[in-house]
């Protein structure tokens, strides 16, 4: 039954892809720029730019163009990134893992963070506590990703200098890893070292990817908190003996936790999204700063593969959504 | 009269900074009785069973008097003390559905407090649940113990809490308005259900209801109540044969007679509803 839906999640989703890669095909190459202009060498003749933009297959029509690329994509062939010459899949694919870990430790960060917050919010209603949690996931609310990165960069970079400002890994480390998801291998292979080196240098990213997503979770979650702490069921287990701390995490908070996925889920998917100017700013070698530099250069193929693999991501963060839904609520798995 | 279950003394409780909810509140209950608090909707039955059981909503506060329960003043205690005192107490509740936890199936809904208070084990646990689910008579328990409540009927929620409520042994249950929520066929059964434990067990009951048929089923003696201040207080019969109160009688015109099925319902005076 599960394997069934996810199934047809997943073929549902093509046309999703379909339409995607279309998209941005046409839209890269309507807007302004001109990826093969930043490569000809200066006093270049025609000749040799023309035999340029016949090497990117500029020269043929839009169509022409999506259907020779759709044609390769389909066998897993995305072209030659222009900039690096390197070819687009296997690029991303060396990026993808870094950025892949940053997001996961940043979303466990925001939800401890944010189901901390509003435990804490609720078991204080109506006193000091309430007020400083309020207050606390307001600010958080208030300033972006990137502000919280140029700060802690500011706070912990220089003026306390405790944690590494950029890049994923010391280099002068030799890792001797055989896959690029460095903090999962390093892991499972006893190479703590360099596990704990990777985290220092996640922690200001993760964090500050985290935060506002934290205050959005701590929000949502707390009310919903409220709402089911004044449910008979809450009433009667504090009647039955039990401790408001108990009766908040043993009873309430899965409950609560429904409408919290259900509102809050979707802004995962903008930890995605916030990585693009997180990784720039420190520097983190992930599919985030690379499609930055993308975009800078125009490098059309990769700016295309890139989108792809985000909508992949988000596609996949939705399905996990769904699935989750059913795994909390018993009246959703009988249903 | 130090051998009474319950003894509230001029009990009165606020919203803070806010008006006066219930007004010097003075009630009795002996070992084995059964005791009514009606009035209309937001009279304060339902604060006053909160006072008792020690869960009152955030804003508001006990601001004079006290509880005494099993000669333990219950006002002033820390939570900790206070959940320790309240091992005698139960509460079979108004809503069954919200009453029971819908992500949690009945088993661990009925053994929880028995771990807790009783310090059963699993397996004992699980067999004083099964008893109990007997006791409400309730057929192929072991079956109803796996379920989910959305699973279950308003009647069957309703067997099921009456059944925890009695786990324990408790010295006293407030029962706030346990058949509202329930078909009136069901209310019947309900409320000889609840008469038949309280017997067998001896435990007293502070009855909450705003059904005066209700009353004279199931109490001794009754307490009126409107906008948080006593009106009157006696034993049933009294009540019924002679009320006193001008409130009370406006109340029993309002209650519809099955005795006499003709009388129209009479809506309660402006100046009281
Ligand atoms: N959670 C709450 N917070 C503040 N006031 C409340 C709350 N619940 C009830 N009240 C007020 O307390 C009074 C008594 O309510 P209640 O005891 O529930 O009445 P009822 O007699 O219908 O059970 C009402 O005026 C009501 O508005
Ligand atoms: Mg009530």
Known sequence: ?335 | MSDDVLAIENLSAAIRNGPTLLHEISLRLAAGEVHGLVGTSGAGKSMIGRCVLGILPAPVRVTAGGIRFLGKQLVGLSERDRRAAGASLALIPQDPLSALNPSRRIVSQMTDVMRLRLHLSHAEAYARALAMLDEVHIRGPQDVLRRYPHELSGGMRQRVLIATAFACEPRLIVADEPTTALDVTVQKQILRLIRELQRKHGTSVLFVTHDLGVVAKICNSVTVLNAGRIVEQAPVADIFLRPQDAYTQALFAATPRYDRPGDTLRPLPADFA
């Open chain 1, 1 to 335: 039954m599960l394997a069934r839906r996810i199934l047809l999640r997943l073929l549902q989703s093509i046309p999703t892809l379909a339409g995607v890669a279309v998209l941005t095909f046409v839209l890269v190459r309507v807007v302004p720029g001109d990826p093969v202009a930043m490569m000809i060498p200066p006093g270049a003749d025609d000749a040799a730019v023309a035999r340029l933009y016949a090497m990117y297959g500029l020269d043929k029509t839009i169509s022409q163009q999506f259907l020779i690329w759709a044609g390769q994509a389909l066998g897993g062939n995305f072209g030659i990134s222009i900039t690096t010459r390197q070819a687009v899949t296997g690029l991303i694919f060396s990026r993808l893992p870094a950025t892949l870990e940053l997001v996961t430790v940043a979303a466990f960060v925001a939800v401890a963070l944010g189901v901390a917050m509003a435990v804490i919010g609720t078991r204080f209603a109506g006193r000091a506590g309430e007020v400083v949690v309020d207050g606390i996931t307001g600010f958080f609310l208030a300033v972006p990703d990137f502000l919280w990165g140029l700060a802690f960069i500011v706070v912990f970079g220089v003026l306390l200098p405790l944690l590494p400002i950029s890049g994923r890994a010391d280099p002068t480390q030799a890792s001797g890893l055989s896959t690029e998801f460095t903090l999962i291998e390093s892991f499972v292979r006893f190479r703590w070292g360099i596990t704990t080196d990777v985290l220092a240098h996640m922690a200001m990213p993760a964090v500050a990817l985290a935060l506002p997503l934290a205050a959005m979770i701590a929000r949502v979650l707390k009310s919903s908190l409220a709402e089911q702490m004044g449910q008979d069921y809450a009433l009667l287990s504090r009647v039955k003996g039990f401790s408001r701390w108990h009766v908040i995490l043993a009873e309430a908070l899965r409950n609560a936790a429904i409408p919290t996925v259900s509102l809050t889920g979707v802004q995962v998917t903008f930890l995605v999204g916030g990585t693009v100017l997180i990784e720039k700013i420190f520097s983190y070698p992930g599919i985030g700063s690379l499609a930055i530099d993308a975009v800078i250069n125009r490098d059309l193929p990769l700016i295309q593969g890139l989108i792809l693999t985000f909508a992949v991501i988000f596609i996949l963060i939705n399905l996990a959504l769904d699935l989750s839904y059913a795994a909390l609520d018993p009246r959703l798995r009988h249903g």
